[in-house]
T-cell receptor, first 113, second 114 residues
Framework: NAGVTQTPKFRVLKTGQSMTLLCAQDMNHEYMYWYRQDPGMGLRLIHYSVGEGTTAKGEVPDGYNVSRLKKQNFLLGLESAAPSQTSVYFC????????????FGDGTRLSIL | AQKITQTQPGMFVQEKEAVTLDCTYDTSDPSYGLFWYKQPSSGEMIFLIYQGSYDQQNATEGRYSLNFQKARKSANLVISASQLGDSAMYFCAMREVGSRKLSFGAGTTVTVRA
């Protein structure tokens, strides 16, 4: 029962370093999403994808890039990490039909020093 | 403008009692979906229940029910017979049919007391 799997679970970076967060889903979902969660707030959408080879900006896309080369994988990249990007990152996926629940991974806790 | 409002930052409930978590939303789209998620202290986001804007009946899933009052733009979550394992943060979220994103409220922390 893998569902949505995020790697890594924790990471500490120095300002200016780059890294990639990986999300993999085994439910054959068309749509995939990256959110960030900051203290006292709900989740905010960074980028999303409605299918293999497509990506689109969410509400807080600056400083992040994404790629969806395979249907099951959605990568989130930080090219030059900043302390403001310290957050918990969640990946989610859903079917492309109607308004369906999004299923979330367990999150990645990222700290930028 | 805030699309989802959860006015209760924290609540305490006695074990085996029911608790109602408030959620109001704002949209001009006639077609939308409302969701509740649970986030325990371990951090994962767990989908609980879904209500479509055109659904005539209130959604129920086990001990969870959604009190949907469309005219008041309200979608309150009711947890019956609370258990210690229900202690968590609960998020209300909405997705409009013309949008890809879920809009989340700020969440309500529920603490169940033995």
């Amino acid at each position: 029962n893998a569902g949505v799997t995020q790697t890594p679970k924790f990471r500490v970076l120095k300002t200016g370093q780059s890294m990639t967060l990986l999300c993999a889903q085994d439910m054959n979902h068309e749509y995939m999403y990256w959110y960030r969660q900051d203290p006292g707030m709900g989740l905010r959408l960074i980028h999303y994808s409605v299918g293999e080879g497509t990506t689109a900006k969410g509400e807080v896309p600056d400083g992040y890039n994404v790629s969806r080369l395979k249907k099951q994988n959605f990568l989130l990249g930080l090219e030059s990490a900043a302390p403001s990007q310290t957050s918990v990152y969640f990946c989610a996926s859903s079917t492309g039909q109607g308004i369906q629940p999004q299923h979330f991974g367990d999150g990645t806790r990222l700290s930028i020093l | 403008a805030q699309k989802i409002t959860q006015t209760q930052p924290g609540m305490f409930v006695q074990e085996k009692e029911a608790v109602t978590l408030d959620c109001t939303y704002d949209t001009s789209d006639p077609s939308y979906g409302l969701f509740w998620y649970k986030q325990p202290s371990s951090g994962e986001m767990i989908f609980l229940i879904y209500q479509g804007s055109y659904d005539q009946q209130n959604a129920t899933e086990g001990r969870y029910s959604l009190n949907f009052q469309k005219a008041r733009k309200s979608a309150n979550l009711v947890i019956s017979a609370s258990q210690l394992g229900d202690s968590a943060m609960y998020f209300c979220a909405m997705r409009e049919v013309g949008s890809r994103k879920l809009s989340f409220g700020a969440g309500t922390t529920v603490t169940v007391r033995a």
